[in-house]
Structure formats: structure tokens, C-alpha cells
């Protein structure tokens, strides 16, 4: 449940307010007009909470849940004594209510200064109203914040960078050559803009020999990088991150690279140089794609596979190296039928 320690809860809501945000249809006689404070998981929950149920194994008798969301199908496996509200998707009719809740997050609760001592903010810097500018961060010149962005402590905003309004930018990230759009939380230690990993090797030298990376990162709107992702400024072209994105923990994005909208990229994925990826694409845990690869609109990898060639739009793959993941599923099971066969 929500610790209000750190984080700043609106309402009470009543049941009618939350059916109204949700377009949910309420099942059976339940008071609508009940005040409900907070939201919680079905195990930890009271009758003051609001709950949803989308996976009939996670439903329990044991909830006292106030309120749950769930579907027609799943409505009779609610807690007995909560008021079911019907919807299409339980969860994503969940994370709606949630936004009414706290509306302040990722904020938290803490009490900051605007300009406390020991941030540099350039006197070239534009600023935006309301934005807030925690403790040794630096922000270089010409560089523009747009209005109730928040730079957390340690934060590094290169020279000509230019952040957009509602962003949130977690401690000791460091923001170099980009342009972030609007409402994009960066969470804690994570770097964008930073040199792509470009080199030819000079045999008149000997040596490998840098390749000058003058491109930039941009980055839509209503996009979350995770802690510690890298995300590297293209060669010459741009490094873009389209509108919608969500980016686990200690991902790896490289030069070139375009993202479309909505993707979704589980942590430790690696994506190597100038891949093009259509929107609506989910990248699984540790996924690695080679460099210059196409992936198409709505394609799904799973976790731990190793990507070496273009996958089409829609298609599901699996495996090192990737492919189809029925055919992948065929192959384990020939292989289990070869190595279990008695002999005669």
C-alpha cells in the first residue's frame, strides 16, 4: 500500500466518483455514495481501499476490500463484501484511479527549495514557472526548463538542453545534447546524451580511431526511462525515443536507434546501433538486438533472446538466435522427445 510518508494522497473519492473516471458499470446495490480513501492489493487491503481483480488466480475470499474492479466474467469471483464495479480492463481502469489519488507522483512529499544553495543554474538558463532545482545540480548555458519541471540533487543539464514542462528528473541523472519533451520522468542515475559507442579502426595507425558523435537524443512526450538506462546521442542523425514509451532499469540504448510510440523495454535490454523499432513493440528482460535491424509494429520478444535478423509486424519470437516462437516451442519438444527416448 502507498506509504503516506513519501507520497501525497488526494480524497476521499465515493464510489460514484471513481465509477464516473472509469466508465465502470456498478454490479448490484452497493452504496456509490461510499467514501473510499486509498488504493491497496486484494490481500492488504480494508473496506476503505479500492482494489481490481483481472487474473481469476489472484482472486480471495479473504479481501475486505471496498471497492473492486474487475470484469463481467470475473465479477463473481470479487471479495464477497465489495462493491463490484464492471470494466473492460481491470487495470488499466485501475492506474486511471490511481492518477486521481496521487496526483502528485512521482513527486514526493518532501518540502524543496527553488534555487537552494549549492545548485549552478547558468544566468543563460530559461526557466519556466514553478520549476524546482534541488541541491548540486548544475544546468549549463542556454539550456531551457519548462514550467513545474523538477531537477532532483546531483543532476547534470548539459549546454543547450532543453527539458519540457510536469518532467521529472531523478538524482545524478545527467541530460546531455537532447531535447525531452513534456511530462517525461527520468528516474535516478540515468544518462542520455552521452557519446554513441562509434569507432573505425585507422590502420595506417594502428588504432581504433573515434568517430565524432554529433547527433542528438530526442525524446516525445509522456515517456519513463528507468533507473540507470543509457540512451547514446546518434552519429549524425538523432537517437529517438517516440511519445508514450515506458524504459525499465539499466537498459541500453544506442546510437541511431529510433523507438516508435508505446513501446515497452523490460530492464537489461540491449539495443544495438541504428535499429529502427515500430511503436507498440515489448522488448522482454535481456533481450539483445544486433545493430541495423528492423523490428515491426507491435512484434514481441521474449525474455533472454538474442535478435540477428528483421522480425514483421505483429510477430512473436523467442530464443538464441530468435525465431518464431512456435517454432521455437516445436524444437524443445523434438529435442525432449530425442533425449528422453528409451532405448530398445
Same mark, same amino acid.
Given at each position: 500500500?502507498?506509504?503516506?510518508?513519501?507520497?501525497?494522497?488526494?480524497?476521499?473519492?465515493?464510489?460514484?466518483?471513481?465509477?464516473?473516471?472509469?466508465?465502470?458499470?456498478?454490479?448490484?446495490?452497493?452504496?456509490?455514495?461510499?467514501?473510499?480513501?486509498?488504493?491497496?492489493?486484494?490481500?492488504?487491503?480494508?473496506?476503505?481501499?479500492?482494489?481490481?481483480?483481472?487474473?481469476?488466480?489472484?482472486?480471495?475470499?479473504?479481501?475486505?476490500?471496498?471497492?473492486?474492479?474487475?470484469?463481467?466474467?470475473?465479477?463473481?469471483?470479487?471479495?464477497?463484501?465489495?462493491?463490484?464495479?464492471?470494466?473492460?480492463?481491470?487495470?488499466?481502469?485501475?492506474?486511471?484511479?490511481?492518477?486521481? =489519488?496521487?496526483?502528485?507522483?512521482?513527486?514526493?512529499?518532501?518540502?524543496?527549495?527553488?534555487?537552494?544553495?549549492?545548485?549552478?543554474?547558468?544566468?543563460?538558463?530559461?526557466? !519556466?514557472?514553478?520549476? $524546482?532545482?534541488?541541491?548540486?545540480?548544475?544546468?549549463?548555458?542556454?539550456?531551457?526548463?519548462?514550467?513545474?519541471?523538477?531537477?532532483?540533487?546531483?543532476?547534470?543539464?548539459?549546454?543547450?538542453?532543453?527539458?519540457?514542462? @510536469?518532467?521529472?528528473?531523478?538524482?545524478?541523472?545527467?541530460?546531455?545534447?537532447?531535447?525531452? !519533451?513534456?511530462? $517525461?520522468?527520468?528516474?535516478?542515475? $540515468?544518462?542520455?546524451?552521452?557519446?554513441?559507442?562509434? =569507432?573505425?579502426?585507422?590502420? $595506417?595507425?594502428?588504432?581504433?580511431?573515434?568517430?565524432?558523435?554529433?547527433?542528438?537524443?530526442?525524446?516525445?512526450?509522456?515517456?519513463?526511462?528507468?533507473?540507470?538506462?543509457?540512451?547514446?546521442?546518434?552519429?549524425?542523425?538523432?537517437?529517438?525515443?517516440?511519445?508514450?514509451?515506458? &524504459? @525499465?532499469?539499466?537498459?541500453? &540504448?544506442?546510437?541511431?536507434?529510433?523507438?516508435?510510440?508505446?513501446?515497452?523495454?523490460?530492464?537489461?535490454?540491449?539495443?544495438?546501433?541504428?535499429?529502427?523499432?515500430?511503436?507498440?513493440?515489448?522488448?522482454?528482460?535481456?533481450?539483445?538486438?544486433?545493430?541495423?535491424?528492423?523490428?515491426?509494429?507491435?512484434?514481441?520478444?521474449?525474455?533472454?533472446?538474442?535478435?540477428?535478423?528483421?522480425?514483421?509486424?505483429?510477430?512473436?519470437?523467442?530464443?538464441?538466435?530468435?525465431?518464431?516462437?512456435?517454432?521455437?516451442?516445436?524444437?524443445?519438444?523434438?529435442?525432449?522427445?530425442?533425449?528422453?527416448?528409451?532405448?530398445?
Amino acid at each position: 500500500m502507498p506509504d503516506p510518508r513519501f507520497f501525497r494522497r488526494a480524497g476521499p473519492f465515493s464510489v460514484r466518483e471513481i465509477a464516473a473516471w472509469t466508465d465502470a458499470k456498478p454490479s448490484g446495490d452497493g452504496d456509490l455514495d461510499l467514501p473510499i480513501s486509498d488504493l491497496a492489493d486484494l490481500t492488504q487491503s480494508t473496506s476503505n481501499d479500492l482494489c481490481y481483480l483481472s487474473i481469476a488466480e489472484y482472486a480471495t475470499a479473504d479481501s475486505a476490500c471496498g471497492v473492486c474492479l474487475t470484469t463481467a466474467d470475473l465479477s463473481h469471483k470479487a471479495p464477497p463484501n465489495s462493491i463490484v464495479l464492471v470494466v473492460k480492463d481491470p487495470q488499466a481502469a485501475f492506474a486511471v484511479a490511481a492518477e486521481a =489519488f496521487y496526483p502528485h507522483l512521482p513527486e514526493t512529499i518532501m518540502k524543496a527549495v527553488p534555487t537552494p544553495s549549492g545548485a549552478f543554474v547558468d544566468g543563460t538558463v530559461k526557466l !519556466g514557472v514553478d520549476v $524546482v532545482i534541488e541541491a548540486g545540480a548544475v544546468v549549463g548555458q542556454k539550456a531551457e526548463i519548462g514550467a513545474r519541471t523538477r531537477v532532483g540533487p546531483g543532476v547534470v543539464i548539459g549546454a543547450g538542453v532543453v527539458v519540457g514542462q @510536469d518532467c521529472q528528473i531523478g538524482a545524478n541523472a545527467s541530460l546531455m545534447a537532447c531535447l525531452i !519533451g513534456d511530462s $517525461v520522468v527520468i528516474h535516478p542515475g $540515468v544518462c542520455i546524451g552521452q557519446d554513441g559507442f562509434g =569507432f573505425v579502426f585507422d590502420s $595506417v595507425l594502428g588504432r581504433h580511431r573515434k568517430v565524432l558523435q554529433l547527433g542528438r537524443v530526442v525524446i516525445g512526450n509522456d515517456v519513463e526511462i528507468g533507473s540507470n538506462t543509457t540512451i547514446d546521442r546518434g552519429a549524425l542523425a538523432d537517437t529517438v525515443i517516440g511519445a508514450g514509451c515506458r &524504459i @525499465d532499469n539499466q537498459v541500453q &540504448i544506442a546510437h541511431n536507434v529510433s523507438l516508435g510510440e508505446r513501446c515497452i523495454v523490460v530492464s537489461q535490454v540491449g539495443i544495438s546501433g541504428s535499429c529502427k523499432i515500430g511503436s507498440d513493440v515489448v522488448l522482454a528482460g535481456q533481450v539483445g538486438l544486433a545493430d541495423h535491424l528492423t523490428i515491426g509494429q507491435g512484434a514481441q520478444v521474449a525474455a533472454k533472446s538474442g535478435v540477428m535478423r528483421d522480425i514483421a509486424p505483429g510477430q512473436a519470437v523467442m530464443g538464441y538466435p530468435a525465431k518464431p516462437i512456435r517454432t521455437f516451442w516445436r524444437e524443445v519438444a523434438v529435442l525432449s522427445r530425442l533425449t528422453t527416448r528409451k532405448k530398445p
